[in-house]
T-cell receptor, first 114, second 113 residues
Framework: GENVEQHPSTLSVQEGDSAVIKCTYS??????FPWYKQELGKGPQLIID?????GEKKDQRIAVTLNKTAKHFSLHITETQPEDSAVYFC?????????????FGRGTSLIVHP | KAGVTQTPRYLIKTRGQQVTLSCSPI?????VSWYQQTPGQGLQFLFE???????NKGNFPGRFSGRQFSNSRSEMNVSTLELGDSALYLC????????????FGPGTRLTVT
């Protein structure tokens, strides 16, 4: 089955700095890669996603890059703010039974110091 | 538009008991997925329902089961609870079958003593 490695497990930055979280996956059939932000006491929330036919996608301060050949994808957050502090999960999804089923990374706890 | 709701939010059960958790998806969403989140194993896929049919199942024992009703509401059941079943159980709904955005509920925190 799919295996997703996520690094680092903890990331501490100063407000205004950039943060980068990296993930690798093993199944070349995975073709949809969402990123989720989970705040304490809440369920994960999709913040950005990318499909395998796209190499990069940006949404304001957040960007995701995908390298299909190397099987890795990364989340970039620029100009970090204290409210960005949360746990971030990457996922690699493949089509199964008509749906895209995700395999998640273990999460990165991002701490943004004011 | 109301988000995904899960009931109850917190639950304490004893080993050997069974439990039923409920999920109401966003209105109009027909796909409902369930996930287990633990510090040790992370976020793991349990199963997914679409139009009352289970389309996918994760690698969990048969003690974990679920169903979906005609109004898309879903329930999951865990029988013969074990200490290791203590976890946050998350439900997510999405509009269609494709790689569309999944909206997660706040989860049900299950503690097995």
């Amino acid at each position: 089955g799919e295996n997703v490695e996520q690094h680092p497990s903890t990331l501490s930055v100063q407000e205004g700095d950039s943060a980068v979280i990296k993930c690798t996956y093993s199944d070349s059939a995975s073709n949809y890669f969402p990123w989720y932000k989970q705040e304490l006491g809440k369920g994960p929330q999709l913040i950005i996603d990318i499909r395998s036919n796209v190499g990069e996608k940006k949404d304001q301060r957040i960007a995701v890059t995908l390298n299909k050949t190397a099987k890795h994808f990364s989340l970039h957050i620029t100009e970090t703010q204290p409210e960005d502090s949360a746990v971030y999960f990457c996922a690699a999804s493949r089509l199964s039974g008509g749906s895209y089923i995700p395999t998640f990374g273990r999460g990165t706890s991002l701490i943004v110091h004011p | 538009k109301a988000g995904v709701t899960q009931t109850p939010r917190y639950l304490i059960k004893t080993r050997g008991q069974q439990v039923t958790l409920s999920c109401s998806p966003i209105s109009g969403h027909r796909s409902v997925s369930w996930y287990q989140q633990t510090p040790g194993q992370g976020l793991q896929f349990l199963f997914e329902y679409f139009s009352e049919t289970q389309r996918n199942k994760g690698n969990f024992p048969g003690r974990f089961s679920g169903r979906q009703f005609s109004n898309s509401r879903s329930e999951m059941n865990v029988s013969t609870l074990e200490l290791g079943d203590s976890a946050l159980y998350l439900c997510a709904s999405s509009l269609s079958q494709g790689p569309s955005e999944q909206y997660f509920g706040p989860g049900t925190r299950l503690t097995v003593t």
